[in-house]
């Protein structure tokens, strides 16, 4: 009982707060209330506020680096956390991995190819050909030998999430596509 009105208490603090803070603040806030709780605290405030206790063990660790963190204006230390889209190289400027004269849904083609290169482990042998011969264009997808498995995935639910994510990259360019893919 005693412990539940304690931890109703943290997520009432919490979720008016939470809108105000950023990353940082959250974890350090976190962290402050569950050394304030003693033993047991770590726990109490993962299930108060649904953080992962590892965000909590983080927000303690950077509360004892007296200043070792990131400066204040960083919510991450550098390095840390996803690469910018603008960091992230893209092979859509040179011809090598699309084959196709026109190219009638570039932005598929781009996304296609980097996120089958990313599922390969040899990214050099993944090739998108354009064929505009049926009703609608296809993009063949080619991979190297024993590569095919890890492109579709069990049941075939990776190769569904990319075709999805292909299509809605091709409703940008205007083009309804299909999607194939075929084992070098």
């Known amino acids: 009982m005693h412990d539940a009105i304690i931890e109703n208490g943290i997520r009432t603090k919490f979720e008016s707060l939470q809108r105000l803070m950023n990353e940082r603040v959250r974890r350090q806030w976190a962290a402050?209330?569950?050394?304030?709780?003693g033993r047991g605290g770590i726990a109490a405030v993962a299930r108060a506020t649904g953080l992962a206790r590892n965000?909590?063990?983080?927000?303690?660790?950077e509360l004892n680096a007296n200043g070792d963190?990131?400066?204040?204006?960083?919510?991450?230390?550098a390095g840390g956390g996803r690469k910018q889209?603008?960091?992230v190289e893209t092979d859509t400027d040179n011809g090598d991995d699309v084959e196709s004269s026109d190219e009638l849904a570039p932005t598929a083609v781009a996304v296609l190819t980097h996120?089958?290169?990313?599922l390969v482990d040899d990214a050099d042998s993944v090739t998108v050909e354009v064929d505009d011969s049926g009703r609608r264009p296809t993009l063949n997808v080619r991979v190297g030998e024993g590569e095919l498995g890890r492109v579709i995935g069990r049941r075939g639910r990776t190769a569904s999430s990319i075709r999805t994510v292909a299509r809605a990259a091709a409703s940008k360019d205007d083009v309804e596509i299909d999607i194939e893919f075929l084992d070098d």
């Open 115 to 118: 996120i089958v290169k990313s």
């Open 85 to 87: 889209v603008s960091d």
């Open 55 to 61: 965000t909590i063990l983080a927000g303690i660790a």
């Open 32 to 37: 402050t209330e569950a050394l304030a709780l």
């Open 69 to 77: 963190s990131a400066p204040v204006e960083q919510v991450r230390r």
